[in-house]
């Protein structure tokens, strides 16, 4: 097992692994605002602003060769995001989908993604050498996002990349992301994360998701099922509910934030992802961890959209 805390006094080379996709937001009048956006590249974000020059944080995904691919890219860069291990694809897009908010905040996902350049992120020539690359990163991270869009090829391919990873004693975090949509089966979803979980080090969940995929009564079955698999650290995410920690055997719960008037809670488990790692990896305590995660996710879900503006 790994420990997250610290990393050292070199700077932590981090990298996210997943899709990007054209956010397309929903407005009363039902016109679009048009943006970008995607579990672990949201978390990128936010990682990236709360580490600032203290660490490298790398995107790894595969785009088009189009200009919303080129927008993308040049946001990212804004952002501080190195694109070093972003394949561009020719005659390929990224997905697209569409936010729809109800009256509480809640959202309903339109998406449109079956021929995204990210689903041969792992099997193109051009992926050997980020291949290569990965296992000498501090920090992998990637979602059940990640393990759906890459197919059956592109998990083994990180299956392989996260073993090597971790003997070169890299930090291996997961966020699980569950979205039915995605998986020909519940099946297919359940062996893909099984696979994946003996070589993660942070666990970060949602209950929800637990719940649906596998079919957890409690979060006491949820904290034993990962033990079984080894996971030394787990975080419970339960939106406006305290979140849920067992780190070393200990467990313990840390309250959430409250919001008077939720606009918008796209996003709200990635930003709160972001912010927990980014203060392990410089030194704070699970707890610790927990109040800057729930701080950042309090502020991100007044506004809408998946990334808040920096002055947000």
Not at 68 to 76: K, L, P, T, V
Not at 105 to 120: I, K, P, Q, S, T
């Amino acid at each position: 097992m790994n420990t997250l805390s610290p990393l050292g006094p070199n700077t932590p080379r981090i990298a996210l692994i997943g899709e990007c996709m054209i956010e397309l937001q929903q407005r009363a009048d039902g016109s679009l605002q048009q943006s970008f956006g995607g579990d672990t590249l949201n978390t990128a974000v936010y990682l990236s602003r709360a580490m600032g020059e203290k660490a490298q944080v790398d995107y790894v995904t595969a785009l088009g060769d189009d200009s919303f691919s080129d927008a993308m890219c040049q946001i990212w860069t804004s952002e501080g995001i190195g694109l070093d291990l972003v394949q561009r694809l020719p005659g390929r897009l990224p997905g697209l989908y569409c936010i729809q908010t109800d009256a509480n905040g809640e959202r309903r996902f339109l998406y449109w993604r079956n021929e995204a350049a990210v689903r041969d992120c792992f099997t193109t020539p051009a992926a050997e050498p980020i291949l290569a690359a990965l296992p000498d990163y501090d920090v992998l991270y990637f979602s059940g996002i990640t393990l759906a869009v890459l197919g059956a090829k592109g998990r083994e391919r990180l299956i392989e990349t996260l073993i090597e990873a971790r003997q070169r004693d890299a930090r291996i975090v997961f966020d699980n992301n569950y979205r039915p949509r995605l998986w020909a089966s519940a099946d297919e979803a359940r062996e893909a994360y099984r696979s994946v979980l003996p070589y993660v080090d942070l666990a970060l969940l949602t209950v929800d998701d637990e719940q649906a995929l596998f079919g957890f009564a409690d979060f006491e079955e949820v904290f034993a099922a990962y033990a079984q698999f080894g996971t030394p650290e787990v975080v419970l995410k339960r939106g406006a509910v305290a979140c849920l920690i067992r780190c070393d055997g200990e467990s313990f719960e840390v309250p959430a934030q409250r919001v008077e008037t939720v606009v918008d809670t796209t996003a709200a488990g990635d930003s709160f992802s972001a912010a927990y790692l980014a203060s392990r990896l410089l030194g704070g305590s699970p707890a610790e961890a927990a109040e800057a995660g729930h701080q950042l996710a309090s502020r991100v879900i007044q506004v809408p959209g998946a990334l808040i503006p920096k002055q947000a």
